[in-house]
């Protein structure tokens, strides 16, 4: 996630100090210091936490460009750089899309890749046949997806493999799409209406966006709950107004997401208290240095500062673009692909 090596030239100046500080910073959006944070990020390549997060990086780089595209700042990044990387990490063999160099392909990152690819108009630069392929060859005869080679079945890879072919325009002429909606349905919790990872598992925010959105791309949004499950969602806020991911678990940032984007997607996201729910998030921006950290006085990383930046996004706050909740890629792009994910209205 070496964001440094993408980063144009700047003139030199500190964007950071286009925002005078006060007392009230922590209820406005920090915009310049989170564009600087992200362009930093990953800049000590032999410090541990680059290290450690290599199997992260071609998510990373999706975090970072997406929330930068987000901002209006996309062109702070080199395309030609960002480009490069992706295509040096698809698997000549597969056609599926590895983290970085040297590691093994998986659909987590395959996604990703499309991602960054769709966002700078770029599938024409890969061999989309090879990546469709690597999808439809993942698909086990229960509806299931493996993540790739090792056989791990999870609802998150359903999404990632629907998410990747309808952004490739192959969804319908590739799986068997009814066996795939009949596995995630399996997935349902009847008490609650949420999804967990397997048949019987527990109920999970994060896994209720896969299995929504999942349900958004095939167009079978019919097939939810949505009174129940919109209410076990809306039980996610706090009193201070952040969101957590099951009971009796602590609020964190990337709830703004996986929560808020389901309401959206439900028509339901005036369930909850928007304003503190905003207020939530803006509480966890790093004052000094830019970026969202999961809950308020941690430390920020690139993750949670996508995904802070997302749920602002959905709560229509100033200065960002609007971006898709299916997805999670601006709604431009989505408009210019010509995609339409299912979305239920407002009752």
């Not at 590739?174 to 609650?192: G, L, P, R």
């Not at 921006?285 to 970026?291: A, P, V």
């Not at 969202?292 to 802070?308: A, K, V, Y």
Request: hydrophobic letters at 35%.
């Amino acid at each position: 996630m070496d964001f440094t090596t993408f980063v144009k030239p700047s003139n030199g100046d500190s964007m950071a100090t286009a925002e005078a500080t006060d007392g009230n910073d922590a209820k406005k959006l920090q915009f310049w210091k989170h564009v600087e944070y992200i362009e930093n990020h990953g800049k000590q390549e032999d410090d541990y936490e680059y290290c450690m997060t290599e199997f992260l990086r071609m998510s990373g780089i999706y975090w970072g460009v997406t929330a930068l595209d987000i901002m209006g700042q996309l062109d702070r990044l080199e395309r030609k750089y960002v480009l490069e990387f992706v295509k040096r990490c698809q698997c000549p063999v597969t056609g599926g899309f590895a983290p970085c160099e040297g590691h093994d392909a998986h659909l987590l990152y395959t996604l990703s890749a499309i991602q960054i690819l769709c966002t700078y108009d770029a599938l024409d630069e890969i061999d989309t046949d090879a990546v469709v392929r690597f999808v439809v060859g993942l698909q086990q005869p229960d509806g299931s997806f493996f993540g790739d080679k090792w056989g791990e079945v999870d609802t998150r890879f359903s999404f990632c493999a629907v998410a990747t072919l309808t952004l490739l325009k192959r969804l319908e002429a590739s799986i068997d799409v009814e066996k795939a909606v009949k596995f995630v349905m399996s997935c349902c919790n009847q008490t609650d209406g949420g999804f967990g990872s397997k048949p019987g598992a527990e109920s999970h925010a994060g896994l209720i966006y896969c299995c929504v959105g999942f349900l958004s791309l095939t167009q079978r949004l019919h097939l939810l709950d949505v009174d129940k499950l919109g209410w076990w969602l809306c039980e996610r806020q706090l009193p201070a107004g952040g969101l957590n991911g099951r009971p009796e678990k602590l609020p964190d940032v990337c709830y703004s997401w996986w929560v808020l984007s389901s309401l959206t997607i439900m028509g339901r996201l005036h369930w909850i208290s928007s304003e503190k729910l905003q207020e939530f998030i803006l509480s966890c921006q790093d004052l000094e240095t830019g970026g969202f950290s999961d809950r308020t006085g941690n430390m920020p990383d690139i993750f949670h500062t996508l995904f802070g930046i997302g749920g602002l996004s959905l709560l229509g706050h100033g200065g960002l673009k609007p971006i898709n909740p299916t997805l999670c890629m601006p709604q431009y792009i989505i408009d210019r692909l010509d995609i339409h994910p299912q979305k239920l209205e407002r009752p």
